[in-house]
């Protein structure tokens, strides 16, 4: 487990291009935190990391989910936000959709059971600016 206290959202982003450039194929993010918290920002920072220009990121909440190419992995970023609880990766079809990228998944609280070998990512916002970032490679089932 690591932890990363930023005081801004390119520090934020920053965090995440670090994180990128160790992730391999198949990778899942669990995103953890509140509204603001800055989810979307990390997700930015990790499109970065990956070589794909992070303008071309945008919240997915309205399209569930969004896929980013370019780089050197596809980025696969969902939101379920607008999901009610209890859903699977196998009904949604994220399953098989990262198995070449990485998937980013914002609000993975709705999903019915865990994910393995994924990696939990929580931000929490300690003020207006400022975000402690824990990433858990063995996230707490």
Known sequence: MSRQHTTSEAETRATARTLA?????GAVLLLLGDLGAGKTAFVRGLAEGLGIAED???SPTFTLVQ???GGRL???HADL??????VSLDDLGLDEVAEDGVLAIEWPER????VPGAVAIRIAIDDD???TITIDATPAA
């Not at 936000?81 to 209890?86: A, I, K, N, T, V």
Request: glycine share 4%; net charge positive.
């Open 129 to 131: 600016t400022a975000r």
């Open 21 to 25: 450039t160790t992730l391999r194929p």
């Open 111 to 114: 999903l019915a059971r865990p």
């Open 74 to 76: 596809p980025l696969y």
């Open 56 to 58: 071309a990121v945008s």
């Open 67 to 69: 896929e980013y190419r």
């Open 81 to 86: 936000y607008r999901l009610p609880e209890g």
